[in-house]
């Protein structure tokens, strides 16, 4: 029945909460007792009687072919009754890690008989029990085979959430429950369909150490009950920080399931009234024990603040990755190798297939409130009143060139500008694109800017400008400031600058933080999918071969490139450093826009080790003196529409020859061929280039310390933006 | 003019000594200087005027086209003369980890005009100087984009022979310099042509640190003249230490290179008598100063034991991997899946090729010297006496099976125990290839055997035995002991051996140890050759993705291959350790053939880190009792032919359907796709595992620590044994 309607546009899989159940082998009695009377999604249900042995099973059948001790047939619920609402658990009582060879064995076939019924009744996951001492190897060894030929269900491991800085837990030799998890994922390769459920218990690591899950394929939170605290009135309750980390597992939809007895003396008049309510029902007068814990969720999810427009408007881009191949590679160069239009095309058809379902008046919403216009506005204005003393004001006009002007917004924001500073201003609006030219022409008319704005259907690379401009404006940046070749273009447009001009942008920086992204990370991964029954593998090697092959090509090429993507199920695991700088105009004649940077990242002691799966990128402008713009999260500008707490602000830019507006600026990820496990006290250092060829300019990237990694897309071989 | 002839048959790249020489702009004296009169092999020559800055160039001629101060032209040398005698020596002033800017970049142009004017010189390598700090990730950086479009030169990274324990080298952290070549060549991705030229010092690290070195591709050693002692006539030696460690890189074709000034005082009658014998030659009187330290280790390579005739025989087997594929894949079952000589023809694949050129003779001689069958001779004629006491020697016939006869050596050895130990013996020779029945027939008819010797022309799995064996022999045993599927063979032919019968042999155990072995991973990996100029990549991308795709499919694939092969240049970091043992006859019900062993490995503290590139493995069989058989380096039976320095004993088999004798047993070797790099004190701990499908066998390992490696060969999907 869901925990309820958050405001907003909530699809979030965290809507449904499940409960963890003992065996019964009248599984439509425990599903009907658990949905319809206690109000759960879904049952967390052994498939299997726990006494099973299969050493024991074949003494007692000598060896014959016999039935497996399963809760019934398949028969007892209908398909999408098990789809929708089971989750099999796995015995609990499997080792496949004991020194008892007896219990090792009985434990393999059990696992595999389990899975292979699990994935008979066509069930969504399966929760496997948490490995039971330091070592795992073997039970990795034996789900990573299962995994290799696994239909779509994933697999849940469950971890308890623990970490003792003083070492004091018993099986977990650094004390750190991650360190379990990720042994077994390193062994089973990051698989896809591995994932994560953690019992949350009573005493909870610091915020650091919990931080890193936020970067995992944490699909569950199973939360016991008594982990819950007894509020005034007698009901379960959390504490505030675990109600801080269920409602973050909740805003990355990460499902709760309630396991235990009831421990909380619910006062009686509140049981009471409900059998009152519902009385002449025989399920509902067996009132489920656990659901004022579920209420408790309930209320946690519904107390969530609303989705924002422009929250829903991203949710679809969340953790979603958008490949620069189509526009960096040579077969879209053909079609649109235009200086200064290649984001915008790269964006849209990029952006295309998702935006078909959205609202023109979303953009229109989006376009009018817009902050980014209005900083350039402030700092057009600056800059004019610097330039024109307030005595001049009236006998001077500042000639404003706007390069890659588009559909207008720039040349509108210079015109603000000079009205509310009292300023002349003469414009030239350079723009390549034909089409944006055609709405250019028609919005100087409309708004009768004739006398003021001259428009130059051109590349500015080739214009040849009837005067020198005293102010250039742009707006060339990507996510990672200079990826969009802003560095480049300006370089070619400073010539038609008059060298006390001013450039707006004035200087831009890169920034970058290690990220543990696991989603990110699998998504560039394209999936092994041989379809071969882990029981029996013929002739498996050939379809697996081919299998590995498109994997590993894929690897290579598409680990050494970046992507925009709008981060949010990612660790941040450090504070962002800058990377690469640039200022313009820059007059220099040994000028080069190659760079090089060495950049040290150290994870805060009470993190724990952490997995670094690439890098989140971001930017910010100087546009003029104090006026910036920028994505950095520490320093971000705040959008006018987001007061979430998502620390990535997301902005607005028109593409005009769509007519179509996207969310610019997401933040850029630049992955890791091979994730680099960090500790503390081990500094991450990592070496980023920008290297420039006649034709084309790339990055490089590599990570020195703690070990080093392959120097990632060397000669811009996987990854290139075009000149 | 070469350091000699080694006794034997050596071919050997480290017959030629080089000699590093300062600039010089005549190129043809310096190289008639040094060969005809100095007697050296070839020079380690600087391309271009240590002088020279590009940031010093542009300033003089200020921006125009402008010729590079090279020595000379490419017209000064013979094509043959360049290829064959000169190694190009990078100038040592680069540093591209600078914090020197200009530096920095002067020295990457430099680099790169120095290595592409070497490469039209069509140079066979470069020497790079050593990286002058710690960090070396932009040296790297630009290196590896060097390597992605390199011809087939080989650059050859200078790295100075130093490990202190006490940390006091400045510039490399640990004071190990194998840690500065193993960040070097991680940036660069194990690239397959970068290499190592180790500097030689006066002071040596220990053995066990040296030792890492054989596993490494290193190319040259490169002995400063104030590294050599003073003998008591005045002449340079080297230390017993030294002296070892040279005749080492000599015997793994690692080419010495003389430098320095002549530091010794050679007398002078000598050197007059030099010149007196060639007085009148202007090139002779100038007697090469190094010749006494030349002249020294053409002394030590002369002094090198032999090469005896096994030795000779294998050395075209060094090193090189045999892909067992060409037995296990699906196209090569359909062409012989005989149970029992499957061993046979996979030999047979893959070594046909190679064996072209063998004389019959070195198979005779090889055939008659083997150790194997007067192991199995005392074996057979012990379990003879073991089974029948002396008085009943006359009057109990003893049955023999030998399982497998093919040409029938074990027969013979069968025969020729029953002779010495005076026992009546009855044999059954099974064997499925109808050519070995052949051959056998023919020999039983030609000893005199047929009363004693029954022929079976029969598959083991389908043989309707008349009678119960007293022994059963078989020789079905692999590199690895059971990878060739002993166990299943023997368990299937156990049913016609009595219940007291005697196995030989009667048990066998695989062992492995870790090793560096950088060309063995290097061949794993097929070389990425995209031909593209470093410094104009235009359209490499398409190329590259194809060359990338090629790779990584190969590298899945391969990595999870054993292969057989004659180790020789790799370094065993840890001492072996046990994996699976078989035991026979085994009359157990529950018995099965699947294993599962964790191994632990510490390597010798004094060794300082290391790269696990796989694991070396071997086994060692007991045949009956205290008669064993086996590769396994500690233990390994000495064969007859060797008393060289090789641990690791080869043994030579009869190839009946061939008429070809090929040496068996070589070792075998897992690969590790992604090696790992151990340190001293951080054990490695490694899981082995045997698993048995309906229809095949295979391997699956990992590493789980220090880091977890992803378990290889999941499934069987790239390497497995059809049954």
Redesign the interface.
Same mark, same amino acid.
């Given at each position: 029945m869901a925990l309820g309607e958050r405001g907003g546009w909530d699809k979030s899989e965290s809507r449904y909460c499940g409960v963890e159940t003992d065996f019964n082998d009248d599984m439509p009695h425990l599903l009907s007792f658990n949905l319809s009377s206690g109000g759960f999604d879904f049952v967390v249900a052994s498939l299997m009687d726990p006494n099973y042995r299969p050493s024991l099973m074949e003494k007692d059948i000598g060896g014959g072919s016999h039935v497996l001790p399963f809760a019934g047939s398949d028969l007892v619920l209908s398909p999408s009754q098990w789809s929708s609402h089971v989750v099999g658990k796995i015995s609990s009582w499997i080792d496949l890690d004991s020194e008892d060879e007896i219990l090792?064995t009985d434990s393999e076939t059990t696992l595999k008989q389990e899975i292979s019924w699990a994935s008979h009744l066509s069930l969504q996951a399966c929760l496997l029990p948490s490995p039971k001492g330091a070592?795992c190897?073997?039970y990795?060894?034996c789900v990573?085979?299962i995994l290799? #030929?696994l239909n779509n269900m994933q697999l849940w491991l469950r971890i308890p959430l623990v970490k003792n800085d003083d070492d004091t837990t018993d099986f977990i030799p650094s004390g750190d429950s991650w360190e379990l998890w990720?042994?077994f994922r390193?062994? @089973?390769?990051h698989h896809s369909q591995l994932s994560v459920a953690l019992d949350v218990l009573s005493s909870l690591p610091s915020a650091n150490s919990l931080g890193r899950w936020f970067g995992e394929p944490v699909r569950a939170a199973i939360i016991h009950t008594d982990s819950f605290l007894t509020n005034a009135r007698g009901y379960p309750c959390l504490s505030r920080r675990h109600q801080k980390l269920i409602t973050g597992f909740l805003n990355h939809s990460i499902q709760v399931v309630i396991s235990g007895k009831l421990n909380h003396g619910v006062p009686s008049v509140s049981l009471d009234s409900a059998l009152d309510h519902t009385g002449t029902n025989v399920e509902s007068s067996q009132r489920h024990s656990l659901r004022p814990y579920l209420d408790y969720i309930a209320y946690l999810y519904q107390r969530m603040d609303p989705l924002l427009e422009q929250e829903r408007f991203e949710l679809s881009y969340r953790d979603f990755l958008q490949s620069p191949l189509q526009g960096h590679?040579?077969l879209f160069h053909i079609i649109s190798d235009e200086f200064c239009t290649i984001e915008f095309s790269n964006y849209y058809l990029s952006f295309q297939p998702l935006m078909d379902n959205l609202e023109a008046q979303t953009y229109e919403t989006f376009e009018k409130d817009s902050v980014k216009y209005i900083q350039y506005q402030r700092a057009i204005g600056n800059a004019l009143v610097d330039r024109v003393p307030d005595e001049e004001a009236s006998s001077l006009t500042t000639v404003l060139m706007v390069v890659g002007a588009g559909r207008g917004p720039l040349v509108r924001a210079s015109l603000q500008a000079a009205e509310e500073t009292g300023r002349k201003l003469k414009i030239y609006a350079v723009e390549k694109n034909p089409n944006a030219v055609v709405t250019l022409h028609s919005l100087v008319r409309l708004e009768g800017w004739e006398k003021t704005v001259t428009i130059v259907s051109c590349d500015m690379r080739c214009w040849d400008a009837p005067e020198k401009a005293d102010i250039l404006v742009s707006e060339l940046l990507g996510s990672f400031g200079d990826n969009e070749l802003s560095p480049e273009c300006l370089d070619g447009a400073q010539r038609f600058l008059k060298q006390d001009g001013i450039s707006i942008p004035s200087s831009y920086t890169s920034f970058i933080q290690p990220v543990t992204a696991s989603k990110l990370h699998n998504d560039v991964i394209p999936c092994l999918c041989?379809q *071969?029954s882990?029981l029996?593998?013929? +002739?498996? %090697? %050939?379809k @697996?071969?081919l299998a590995?092959?498109v994997? #590993?090509?894929k690897? *290579? *090429?598409h680990f050494e490139t970046a992507y925009v993507v709008k981060v949010h199920s990612v660790a941040r695991l450090a504070p962002c450093e800058p990377v690469f700088t640039f200022t313009h105009p820059n007059f220099s004649t040994k000028k080069s826009n190659q760079r090089?940077k060495?950049l040290r990242f150290e994870i805060p002691s009470d993190t724990g080790s952490a997995m670094v799966h690439g890098f989140a990128g971001y930017f910010d402008a100087m546009l003029y003196k104090d006026v910036h713009l920028g994505i950095e999260p520490s320093t971000a500008t705040p959008n006018m529409f987001s007061c979430c707490a998502s620390s990535s602000v997301c902005f607005v830019e028109s593409y005009f020859d769509t007519g179509l507006q996207i969310p610019a600026w997401f933040a850029i990820f630049f992955p890791l061929r091979?994730p680099v @496990?960090i500790r503390p006290g081990s500094p991450l250092e990592v070496?980023f280039?920008r290297c420039c060829? #006649?034709?084309?300019v790339w990055y490089?990237w @590599?990570v020195?310390s703690p070990?080093? +990694?392959? *120097?990632h897309n %060397?000669?811009?071989? %996987?990854y290139?933006v075009g000149l």
């Open positions: 090792r070592s190897a073997n990795a060894r990573n085979q290799q #030929s990720n042994s390193l062994l @089973c390769e590679n040579p041989a *071969v882990p029996e593998a013929i +002739s498996f %090697s %050939s @697996c071969a590995l092959q994997k #590993s090509h690897d *290579v *090429v090089y060495k091979t @496990c070496h280039w060829g #006649s034709t084309k490089e @590599c020195a070990n080093p +990694s392959p *120097v %060397s000669n811009g071989r %996987s290139w």
